[in-house]
């Protein structure tokens, strides 16, 4: 009869080995996450729109690699719990073929043994012959030897058949009882391994909210910062427009003037002393017309009507009523010409130099 010879010990051993790296890889992986979410939850936002825009973007980077890492475990798991899904059915199916051959076993060692018993009884029921019958049956001695010897070799036989059906039946229950525990412990693999991929599957669900979360703040972010910027083209175009339409810079003569005390256009008075002194006469240099224009478009923007809002200065260069007086000045600075305001404010620099201007003047 043909033996089962299934290597269950070494596949038992694989399995295992597998089993223990499977598992090891999955706790890994979410030990690895789950910190990984505590710290994602509790990055701080910084005040500033581009930094709230870049830590809302790390925030995106770092939820999208955990969902990956997280993603790729739950693949693995998945392919480990196929491969012990398939461990547990190829012993299920071997642990029916045993059972099958073990079944047949038994009925042919019933079988050999409802044989060997009847052989017994016959012996023992009918006397064997002597020696004389079975001369006188065979005819010769040699034919008698022949028959013992054929006798023997079936006794033999029968006890080689029984002896045989019986180490078949040990085999098969041994291997029987092997093939459960592997069983077993598959079947207990399996549902560790399912239990691993259940976990995961919901890690990576929490991930998922957590990068919508993450995208809806740097979305958000993006958008205040995309306001922001509007704002702030707005108000250097509106800066561009202003000084597109003051007039261009013109060079006129100088006409002396008494000078008095008077204020700078930032508010602050010096004194000059006297009225009525000669300061000669000529026109404003180049460099002097470049520093006076420099001073304009810092004090006004260069709009020679310009007002500040609270009336006291006016003008180009953001006279006083009284500094506009004392360079000769008459009415409100900002009615008069822009030529008029350059040439007082020419006199006023070569009278009193920048400090009239203590900011733009600087």
């Known amino acids: 009869m043909a033996r089962l010879n299934v290597p269950f010990a070494r596949t038992r051993r694989q399995y295992v080995l597998a089993a223990a790296l499977t598992s090891c890889c999955v706790a890994v992986a979410a030990s690895v996450a789950v910190p990984a979410l505590a710290t994602s939850a509790s990055v701080p936002s910084s005040p500033g729109p581009s930094n709230s825009v870049a830590t809302a973007r790390q925030r995106v980077r770092q939820v999208e ?27 299920n199916d071997s642990i029916r073929v045993n059972q099958a051959q073990l079944a047949l076993t038994k009925v042919e060692l019933g079988a050999s043994q409802a044989a060997l018993a009847q052989r017994i009884r016959n012996l023992y029921t009918d006397p064997p012959p002597s020696m004389v019958q079975v001369l006188v049956s065979s005819g010769s001695i040699s034919s008698a030897l022949d028959s013992f010897a054929l006798m023997r070799h079936i006794a033999d036989q029968d006890n080689a058949l029984v002896k045989g059906f019986v180490r078949d039946h040990a085999h098969l229950l041994k291997l029987n009882t092997t093939l459960h525990n592997d069983a077993t412990a598959a079947l207990a693999n399996r549902n560790e391994v399912a239990q691993r991929l259940s976990q995961l599957r919901t890690l990576a669900g ?27 083209a707005e108000q250097a175009r509106a800066a561009a427009a202003a000084r597109a339409q003051a007039p261009p810079a013109q060079v006129v003569s100088v006409t002396p003037h008494s000078v008095g005390s008077q204020t700078s256009g930032s ?7 006297g009225s009525g002194s000669s300061a000669g006469s000529g026109s404003v240099s180049g460099g002097l017309m470049a520093i006076l224009m420099k001073i304009a478009q810092c004090e006004s923007g260069g ?18 009523y009284a500094t506009w007086a004392s360079v000769g000045g008459h009415g409100d600075p900002a009615q008069a010409s822009e030529a008029e305001q350059i040439q007082r404010a020419a006199i006023l620099y070569q009278r009193s130099g920048p400090g009239q201007w203590p900011v733009c003047g600087a």
């Open 65 to 91: 690699q955990q969902l990956i890492d997280v993603q790729t475990a739950a693949s693995q798991s998945v392919n480990d719990y196929a491969t012990a899904s398939a461990q547990v059915a190829v012993l």
């Open 206 to 232: 929490e991930r998922s909210v957590l990068l919508s979360s993450a995208t809806a703040s740097l979305s958000h972010a993006e958008a205040s910062a995309a306001q922001l910027a509007a704002l702030r």
């Open 267 to 273: 508010g602050s008075s010096v004194s000059a002393g």
């Open 303 to 320: 709009n020679p009507h310009a007002i500040s809002p609270s009336g006291q200065y006016r003008g180009m260069f953001q006279f006083t």
